[in-house]
Each structure stands twice: as C-alpha cells, then as structure tokens.
C-alpha cells in the first residue's frame, strides 16, 4: 500500500509539473505574439501620422477630391476642408482639372460628388474643368472609378485630396492601382481627431486585405 501511496504521489506531482510547463510556454508565447501586434501597430500609426504631416501635392494633371459626409445638400464641415483644399491648389496652379468623387449614401439626399460640383462652380470654379464620379462607396472605389475617368480624358498624374488623418491610406490605394499620384491633406475637426484616426487603423487593415 506504501508503495502505490508513493507511486500516485509521484504521478500526481508529474501531472503538475506538465501542466505547469504548458501553462508558462503557452504564457510565453502570448506575450511574444502580444508584443509583435504592438509594434506592427506602432509601425502602421506612425506611417499615418506621416502621411498626414508630411505628404506634399506635386503639380499634376488633375486634383482628385475624395467624397465624405454630405449635410443636406451641402457638405459637412470634413468634406468642406477638403473642398477648401483643392480650391486653394486649383488656384495655385497645381492642376487645372478636378475629379470629384463620392457616391449616394443610403441616408443623403444627392451625391456627394454632386454636392462638391456645386460647391466649387459657386466658388468660381469652371464647370467644363470638374468630372464627377458618383458611383462609389468606398475609398477604394472612390480611386479605382477615378482612374478610369483619368484614362478617358488622357490624365497621367493626379494629386489626392482628403483630410489628414485619410491620406496614407488614399496615397497606398492609389498606388496600388497604378495611380501616378501625391498627396494633398486637409485639416480634420480637432475634436474627432482620436476617432477618426482609431478608425483609420482598422481600415488600413482592411484595405489592405480585401481592396484589390
């Protein structure tokens, strides 16, 4: 009976002893895959901060003015930024025509390309130098539409217009559909800053897996 006492208490702290070993290796390996994500997302914000810092428009042959949130049939206070933005670059001479792209949301009354049109003619802009593209729902198709108009008028180059916090993303887009293009950022509400840019992470992600 000693014996088998012994033989079972030797089982026992074997038992222990592996389930010990697989709970600190399994713990290790947690840690290590924790902290890869942290850096790889250290890495991706900082080239979206980049982006939004450091991204300069070079002269071009069309301004492509990305669509965002319309008010009405107006544009909100983002895509105004962005309007105000490419108005500025028009009149410096960066390019003489511009792309306005943005669809219809299930909840707007036009599109947002239709609202941008608009917005410029009414600041001067010449109607004959403004293409619309109002099929698209995405960033990813905001660029991809674009470039076919771009083909069909003979535009090599573009510069990207949207706001700050965007344009990594639109630059990386574009390019990956052979898009000769820069980048031109646009202020964001300082207020929804942090949501916005949260929010950019995740697109990044997604963008990258499934715009293609």
């Known amino acids: 009976m000693n014996i088998l006492r012994v033989i079972q208490k030797r089982n026992e702290q074997m038992k222990r002893f592996r389930i010990g070993g ?9 840690c ?7 850096i790889l997302c250290s890495v991706l914000f900082s080239f979206i ?3 939004a810092k450091n991204s300069k428009p070079r002269n071009s042959d069309v301004l492509i003015v990305l669509g965002c949130q319309i008010w009405g049939e107006g ?6 930024y962005r309007l105000q933005n490419a108005l500025a670059l028009y009149k410096k001479g960066v390019a003489k025509s511009i792309i306005v792209s943005g669809g219809q949301g299930s909840d707007e009354k036009t599109s947002e390309a239709n609202v941008m049109k608009k917005w410029l003619i009414k600041n001067k802009v010449p109607e004959d130098i403004i293409f619309e593209e109002d099929k698209s729902t995405s960033t990813y198709e905001n660029l991809k539409f674009s470039k076919k108009i771009m083909k ?4 090599k180059s573009a510069v ?7 344009i990594f993303r639109a630059l990386w887009l574009g ?3 052979g898009i000769a293009c820069t980048g031109a950022p646009s202020q964001t509400v300082e207020y929804l800053k942090p949501y916005y840019y949260s929010r950019e992470f995740i697109s990044n992600i997604k963008s990258f897996i499934f715009d293609r």
């Open 175 to 177: 390019k990956r559909l």
């Open 75 to 80: 544009p909100s206070l983002m895509l105004e």
């Open 152 to 155: 069909e008028k003979g535009f």
């Open 32 to 38: 290590i895959i924790f902290l890869v994500v942290a």
């Open 49 to 51: 901060l980049d982006g």
């Open 22 to 30: 697989i709970s600190k290796k399994f713990i290790k390996v947690i």
């Open 160 to 166: 990207i217009v949207t706001n700050d916090y965007h």
